[in-house]
Each structure stands twice: as structure tokens, then as C-alpha cells.
């Protein structure tokens, strides 16, 4: 399946409604609720057993998603500010809620639950502008410079600000 082209076009989203999804270990889609369908365009067939990241925007820094899954690796629940894109190629921000799920007697990571809501149009853009430094970043130099850069400006938030925070942190104070 190939990406749809991005449009400047976007998508609003109910903020009283959540868009779920469920992942296995490797982050392809075993659940994804009516309202995620609704808004990526994609019907149920089209999204299961697909990794999540068929809805990835080429405007995200692919440090962002290298820190999410450090994160979830690790079993440590975490929440981002994510731009994705629909099938159609219109796009919606979102923010994410990210949980671990274990098998209950190994305690072994199964897998993922993510529930997403709509965010303010003042995060977007102190977030967008943050991920439009870090993808050029990544474009002129690497992944790993991009990631220098975030911590650098995280220290520049506070001393012991960590990325996992700093999206909770963004969402709660603006």
C-alpha cells in the first residue's frame, strides 16, 4: 500500500471522542476503534495486522518515534504530540496516551494501547515548529544530531526534564 500525498488540509476532530488503537509487540495494529476508521480513512481490513505507523506523517521527526519506542521498550508509559496522516492525505494532530500491555504471568510486553484526543491549536504550534527543527535536522545531519538538538532543548526547559515528560508537560501548561 502505498502513502497517500500529503495535502494542507485539516482534519478536526470531536474533542469529546478518542481515536484507539491497539498494537502487538512489533506495533502492528490488532484494534483500532470506529473513530480512528472515521478519521485516517482507512477501513478496518485496510488497518489490522498493518504496522501503525501506516498513518505516519512525513512532517514527524523520526527521532520523536525512536524515543516513543526507547520509551515503550522499556515498559514505561509515555505521551506525544503526533501529526498524522489520513488516506486521503489530509492530516490530524493528536495527542497520545501511550500504555503498555503485559501478559499477566510472564509480565512479558504483548503489546500496546494508545488513545488519542484532540489538542489546542497553541501546542500545535510551539510543537510543530520544535518538530520542523529536528526533521531538518535529521535531513542536513542525522537522527542522532536531531536527537542532541531535543535534549539540548529539553535542559534548556529544566534540568531534569525527559522527553517523556516534556510532551505532558507542553499539553498540560499550554
Known amino acids: 500500500m502505498t502513502k497517500p500525498t500529503p495535502i494542507n488540509e485539516e482534519i478536526q476532530l470531536d474533542p469529546k471522542r ?3 488503537s491497539e498494537t502487538d509487540a512489533k506495533g502492528k495494529i490488532t484494534y483500532c476503534n ?35 519506542w526507547e520509551t515503550i521498550s522499556a515498559g514505561k508509559n509515555i505521551n506525544a504530540v503526533v501529526k498524522n496522516l489520513a488516506k486521503d492525505g489530509r492530516y490530524y494532530w493528536i495527542f497520545t496516551e501511550f500504555e503498555i500491555r503485559k501478559d ?22 510551539i510543537i510543530a515548529d520544535l518538530y520542523a527543527e ?3 535536522i535529521e535531513k542536513d545531519d542525522s537522527i542522532e544530531a536531531a536527537e542532541t538538538h531535543l535534549v539540548n ?22
Do not use: C, W
Not at 38 to 57: A, C, D, F, M, Q
Open 18 to 20: 478518542y481515536i484507539v
Open 34 to 68: 470506529d473513530y480512528f476508521m472515521e478519521v485516517s480513512g482507512y477501513t478496518n481490513e485496510e488497518l489490522i495486522g498493518k504496522p501503525h505507523n501506516i498513518v505516519r506523517h512525513p512532517d514527524m521527526p523520526k527521532v520523536v518515534f525512536k524515543l516513543l
Open 104 to 125: 499477566t504471568d510472564t509480565g512479558e510486553i504483548i503489546g500496546y494501547h494508545a488513545a488519542r484526543k484532540s489538542i489546542s491549536k497553541h501546542v500545535i504550534e
Open 134 to 136: 529536528l526533521l531538518q
Open 153 to 174: 532543548f529539553l535542559k534548556e526547559k529544566g534540568d531534569d526534564m525527559e522527553f517523556s515528560n516534556i510532551m505532558e508537560e507542553i499539553h498540560r501548561f499550554y
